[in-house]
Every structure is written in structure tokens, then in C-alpha cells.
């Protein structure tokens, strides 16, 4: 959430900094709400003050033989309004609370504004094949070569979901056995979530309130539960309401889950069979740092997740994303997109991302600096990778003529050496 400090002091900085993200904000009802609550604070200290005044006056009026009663029924009556004022201030903290905790994350200021359309390419690695024959698409290469079966998928689920078989389930394996050796060697611990996840879990991410209708919610739980969308949700929230000393940052996680997502499915013609599921694998990245080391930590997670797409030797580009590009809860995005042949464009499959402490002030995730002050982690993720999108690029960037697929060499230990996958004969 954005820091109600900043709001208050720099109006106008906000509501420019946030158009950017096409946000329209108006700061009057913040401003508003915050000048009642301060009103409010201010009746309700003083009547405290005049209270405890008349309350340590009565032992001298009974020493002086005075009416002690006259006391009490004053002490009683300014109790009373006191607690209507209380009643109030709950009211427009609550308001305020509201007001402040829809707003997105602020942009980090050498980001450009607008949307997708001003996403910026920095980088691109490897050259786009000339295959000298017609490439076919992923979807024929896994039904021809026994990968992954989608009739049976919607019979037993539905559209937009699909089920690997044989060579196809080792294949998907073996890129996330790549994924988690590689972040083992990096030093990052290892979590395995639970995949059923609270309402605060949905807040301290930033997917909350605003986009709660976007998850799987489990209706007959109570409290109401939902299925994380990613493991960054789980992992985001592992030192909720924690405060952390500074010799343990920054801290690395990563942790392998399915990620469940409500608005996918095979709507559009571009994005059928892997490109666009209601359920995915994914390994994610997420660091907590202090905020001097939060730029050095986004610049090594996309590092990261570059190395771990050129290590299987895949044409990709990385984009800078534009302010309204970014999603809600991030100040800052790099998207690393691999190359789909048969589309002819490039699909996202990691978005490593930085939070700055917009996570962290709605958990509660804080941290002791060298002079002991206490201070707001920065939290940042990045998906390494998301299989539904590197595997149909594998697929396809190194099928054959002949409708083989050579598996990259990175991935032939998770395979028992196996070097080609080479269409079922029917």
C-alpha cells in the first residue's frame, strides 16, 4: 500500500505518478478523511487528558472535604462522549484504510506511462530459426508426438486445460527439476506452500481487495479461502507481521506449486492448447531485501531468469514495461518473453518484478536497520520459470522436419539421455 504520508505530503506527485499507471486519482477524499481523523484524535486525547486531570484531583477534594460526586458524573460524561468520538475515528480509519488500499502501487519514476502498447524490448538473445521447412505448432507436435492430450483433458475438465502423457509429463518434470537445481545453486531455500491460502495472504500480496473475484474462491470453507494464483502469494506472506533482523537479508525463496488462474481459457485462436490455461506449473522466485538493496536484488532475479532461458538454448527477448503495463501491486516489471514460431511473436514466461514496500506495509513485513530503526522490507518475485509458455517454445523452436523434437541438452539428465522425441507411429 501506498505510504498515506506520501499521499498527504505530495498530492500531486501521487496522482501524476499514478496516471501513469491510467489511474485517475483524486486526493480530496483521503485529504479529507485524514483531516477528520486528526480532528478526531485530537478530542479524543484531550478529553483523555481533562479526564485523567479530574480523576487525580479526588483524593485533594475528599482531603478538603469537597463533592467527589460532581467528579465522578463529569468523569462519566466525558467517557461517554469520548466513546461516540471513538466510535467515529474507527469509522474514518476504516474509511481511510479503504480509500488508500485500492490504489495501486506507485511507478518507479523512470518508467514511461501508458500501456502495453509503450513496453520497451532492452534485450534479445539468439536469432529467430529459418527452419527451411513449414514448422507446424505446438499443439500438433504434442498430439503427433504423444506429449500432451487435450481431447481427454476436456472431457474429464473442461477447455483451457490439458494433461501431459508419457514423454510429455517427463518433459514438463525435467524442466522443473532444471528450474529448482539452478535456484538450489543460487543459494535460494526451497518452499513448498499450501495451496489453499487465506484473505490476508490475498491482501498482503496486493491482489486484494480490488481483484478478489479473480481467484478460485472455495465457497464452503469459513473463513473463505481461495487457490493461489502463484506461489508468490504464499511466499510473499511467509514473514507477515514479522519483524526481521538486518543480518538476515536479503532472503531468497523459491518454491514449486500449480498456479490457478480464473480468467484463462481458449477464447482466442492464438492462444490455444499451453499458451493460456486455468491451471499451470511454475517455479517462483521472491526475495525480501532492506531498500538500499532492493535494485541490485531485481537486477540479479532477471539475470536469473534470463540464464535459466538461454541455458536451454531458447530465442527470447526481455521488455521493460510501461507504468500501465506493470500489474497492481509492482512499481517496476521486466518481462523475459520466449519466441512462438508458429504465432510469430514473443509470450511472456517470467515477469520478475519489484514491489518496492507496498507488499511489506500491508503485511506487516518489516526490518531493523544499523541503527535499529525500524523499516519497511522491499519484496520482489519473479516466475523460473512458467512451463506453460517455455514448453510449448521448446517444442516448437526445436522440432525437425521429420516432427521430432530434440530435447535441449540442458534438460537430457531429467530424461535418462534421451536426446530426440520422435512422433508416435499410429
Known amino acids: 500500500m501506498i505510504d498515506i504520508k506520501l499521499i498527504l505530503e505530495k498530492p500531486e506527485y501521487v496522482k501524476e505518478a499514478l496516471a501513469k499507471k491510467l489511474w485517475d486519482f483524486d486526493p480530496a477524499p483521503i485529504q479529507e478523511a485524514a483531516d477528520k481523523r486528526l480532528t478526531l484524535i485530537k478530542r479524543v486525547e484531550a478529553n483523555k487528558a481533562k479526564r485523567n486531570t479530574l480523576s487525580a484531583s479526588v483524593p485533594q477534594v475528599k482531603k478538603e472535604g469537597g463533592d467527589v ?22 469509522k474514518v480509519e476504516a474509511e481511510l484504510k479503504a480509500l488508500v488500499e485500492v490504489l495501486p502501487n506507485l511507478p518507479d519514476d523512470d518508467l514511461v506511462g501508458g500501456g502495453k502498447e509503450n513496453n520497451t524490448p532492452i534485450h534479445h538473445f539468439g536469432k529467430e530459426r529459418d527452419f527451411g521447412f513449414t514448422p507446424k505448432n505446438h499443439v500438433d507436435l504434442c498430439e503427433s508426438c504423444g506429449l500432451i492430450d487435450y481431447k481427454r483433458a476436456a472431457k474429464i475438465s473442461g477447455t483451457g486445460t490439458w494433461i501431459y502423457t508419457n514423454l510429455g509429463a517427463r518433459l514438463e518434470w525435467a524442466l522443473l527439476n532444471y528450474f529448482i537445481e539452478c535456484h538450489l545453486a543460487d543459494g535460494y531455500e526451497m518452499i513448498l506452500p499450501p495451496h489453499i491460502l487465506n484473505y490476508d495472504s490475498g491482501y498482503t500480496a496486493g491482489q486484494f481487495p480490488k481483484f478478489k473475484e479473480d481467484v478460485f474462491w472455495l465457497e464452503d470453507m469459513e473463513p473463505r479461502k481461495f487457490i493461489l494464483p502463484t506461489a508468490e502469494t504464499a511466499l510473499v506472506n511467509l514473514h507477515r507481521n514479522e519483524i526481521l533482523n538486518l543480518n538476515e537479508l536479503p532472503k531468497k525463496y523459491f518454491a514449486y506449486t500449480p498456479c490457478y488462474r480464473k480468467e484463462a481459457g481458449s477464447y482466442r485462436t492464438e492462444e490455444r492448447g499451453m499458451i493460456r490455461g486455468y491451471q499451470f506449473n511454475k517455479v517462483e522466485m521472491v526475495q525480501y531485501t532492506t531498500e538500499e538493496g532492493s535494485d541490485a536484488a531485481f537486477e540479479e532475479m532477471v539475470n536469473k531468469a534470463k540464464a535459466l532461458v538461454e541455458g536451454l538454448g531458447l530465442v527470447y527477448q526481455i521488455d521493460k514495461l510501461a507504468a500501465g503495463d506493470c500489474s497492481h501491486s509492482m512499481a517496476r516489471t521486466y518481462d523475459i518473453e520466449v519466441w512462438i514460431p508458429s504465432m510469430g511473436i514473443y509470450k511472456e514466461v517470467s515477469s520478475v518484478s519489484n514491489a518496492r514496500d507496498y507488499q511489506a506495509r500491508r503485511g506487516m513485513i518489516r526490518y531493523k536497520d544499523e541503527n535499529g530503526k525500524t523499516k519497511y522490507c522491499h519484496t520482489l518475485n519473479g516466475s523460473g520459470l512458467a512451463t506453460s509458455r517455455v514448453f510449448p517454445a521448446l517444442v516448437e523452436q526445436y522440432q525437425q522436419e521429420d516432427g521430432s523434437i530434440v530435447i535441449p541438452e540442458a534438460l537430457r539428465k531429467y530424461m535418462g539421455g534421451l536426446e530426440v522425441i520422435k512422433p508416435i507411429k499410429k
Open 69 to 90: 460526586q460532581a467528579i465522578f458524573a463529569e468523569v462519566k460524561a466525558l467517557a461517554a462522549e469520548s466513546k461516540k468520538d471513538e466510535e467515529e475515528l474507527a
